[in-house]
């Protein structure tokens, strides 16, 4: 036995080695930066972008068509994801948006029945998109904000009208990442938007869900004074 363990010619590690050389392996990972930020603020600008071409698109294809066009957002989707629709209709007016809590049953149906018939109006634009453009995965649209209502969009579809004479909606588009919320202010008649960030906090992330309602409120109150 003795000659064979010679053979071998090393008694192998002890756990005093195994630790230390566990011990520098972990520093040497731990000294590697995280890209998982970069990565999350990377996908965050670039919905950013792609929005802000949408609303160019939008704008431009209203005036050529001499129609309403409108960004459409599918919050509800999984992953999320928006088109641009134009109107079939020539000269449609569109109907006054109401808080359904302030309806009746009766009223609610026909608010119910009149945005039926407006969606059946609108057609995708095949141009802008072959399909439904969709948002990064890490990137999550929180809710719209439309001038023309009195409160933020967060369930089933989000609407941003453009109109032939070069007018838009004034809307607020919020979107966040784990790490922080922007803000997508599109103004109704200037040529170009306006984003903003605002990171989450240490203490935001214990409850980032009550922490994103209370920023995207915040956020919308002082857009709605300016």
Same mark, same amino acid.
């Given at each position: 036995?003795?000659?064979?363990?010679?053979?071998?010619?090393?008694?192998?590690?002890?756990?005093?080695?195994?630790?230390?050389?566990?011990?520098?392996?972990?520093?040497?990972?731990?000294?590697?930066?995280?890209?998982?930020?970069?990565?999350?603020?990377?996908?965050?600008?670039?919905?950013?972008?792609?929005?802000?071409?949408?609303?160019?698109?939008?704008?431009?294809?209203?005036?050529? &068509?001499? #129609?309403?066009? $409108?960004?459409?957002? !599918? @919050?509800? /989707?999984?992953? *999320?994801?928006?088109?641009?629709?134009?109107?079939?209709?020539?000269?449609?007016?569109?109907?006054?948006?109401?808080?359904?809590?302030?309806?009746?049953?009766?009223? &609610?149906? #026909?608010?119910? $029945?009149?945005?039926? !018939? @407006?969606? /059946?109006?609108? *057609?995708?634009?095949?141009?802008?998109?072959?399909?439904?453009?969709?948002?990064?995965?890490?990137?999550?649209?929180?809710?719209?904000?439309?001038?023309?209502?009195?409160?933020?969009?967060?369930?089933?579809?989000?609407?941003?009208?453009?109109?032939?004479?070069?007018?838009?909606?004034?809307?607020?588009?919020?979107?966040?990442?784990?790490?922080?919320?922007?803000?997508?202010?599109?103004?109704?008649?200037?040529?170009?938007?306006?984003?903003?960030?605002?990171?989450?906090?240490?203490?935001?992330?214990?409850?980032?869900?009550?922490?994103?309602?209370?920023?995207?409120?915040?956020?919308?109150?002082?857009?709605?004074?300016?």
């Amino acid at each position: 036995m003795k000659k064979f363990n010679k053979a071998l010619g090393h008694h192998g590690f002890t756990i005093v080695e195994i630790m230390v050389a566990l011990m520098l392996v972990a520093m040497v990972f731990a000294l590697i930066p995280s890209n998982t930020a970069d990565d999350e603020r990377a996908r965050l600008d670039q919905t950013l972008d792609d929005f802000n071409r949408a609303v160019r698109f939008a704008t431009n294809e209203s005036i050529l &068509r001499n #129609a309403i066009v $409108r960004v459409s957002i !599918d @919050l509800e /989707s999984e992953p *999320q994801e928006y088109t641009v629709e134009y109107s079939t209709e020539g000269g449609m007016a569109l109907p006054e948006i109401q808080d359904l809590e302030d309806l009746s049953f009766d009223e &609610r149906e #026909a608010q119910q $029945r009149a945005a039926k !018939d @407006l969606n /059946s109006q609108f *057609q995708k634009v095949a141009e802008f998109s072959k399909e439904a453009k969709k948002i990064p995965m890490g990137v999550l649209v929180l809710g719209v904000a439309n001038i023309n209502r009195n409160d933020i969009v967060q369930s089933g579809n989000a609407y941003i009208y453009f109109y032939p004479t070069g007018e838009k909606d004034n809307a607020l588009i919020f979107l966040s990442t784990m790490a922080e919320l922007a803000t997508l202010d599109i103004p109704p008649f200037e040529n170009t938007t306006f984003s903003d960030y605002s990171i989450y906090s240490e203490a935001d992330h214990a409850n980032l869900g009550n922490a994103q309602q209370a920023k995207m409120k915040e956020l919308y109150e002082q857009w709605l004074k300016l």
